[in-house]
């Protein structure tokens, strides 16, 4: 019991940002912690790349569409015992998930996404040039394969036969570094309603800026918002 208050300050020392946490944990751990432990430090996180579009008022939205915002609802220094505040947003603002019911009143919606194409290998593709059915045979693209398309936010590079032959390929998901998958143009719509009818979702306002063309892995999660047609997501990539 007396060891306890000097292995505290040996790990405030070597590892200050862990002080709180370590704190809690040696207190109710009688063992002796070895620096092995702590190999990670300072992130554990380091290998993957934060591919989500940050949420805040002043984010660029899809014309129309309604702007992010943020509201204090309780403020600690206004006196208030906490911090709350108020979300309203769209449901494809930021980074976001195309459910099938953003195109078909009877399609799927964002609840019942499907996590198996949302977690698991990736592959980002830059493309610069508009991309067809020849350049998606030419990059092999594979059944069941996750494509995120790198394009410095163009939204007219991805042509609608390109979408078709995805379609015909049978790809689990194919994502964008665009506020949308398509412009907002009988093309566009076209993209949208071909992927999004046969049952492949979009994932759009990724930030592939920090991202070189790859091979990843991905992991992906919406929210659960019951009936949504779109909903914000948290993505992520570590190489493979
Ligand atoms: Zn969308």
Redesign the pocket.
Known sequence: MMQRPERKRWIAFRYPRLNVCLSSFIIHHSFTLHPSLFSCYPSPMTDWIDISTPLHPGLPVWPGDPPFKIRSLSSISNGAAFNLSEIAMSS?AGT?L?APR?CFDNGAPAESAPLDSLIGPARVIEIAEPVGAPEIDWLRIGQGERVLFKTGGRMDLLLPEAAERLVTIGVALVGIDAL?IGAGDEAGDFIHRTLLGAGIW?L?TLDLSQVSPGDYDLICLPLKIIGAD?VPARAVLRPR
């Open positions: 494809h976001h195309d953003h949308s979009i759009e779109g």
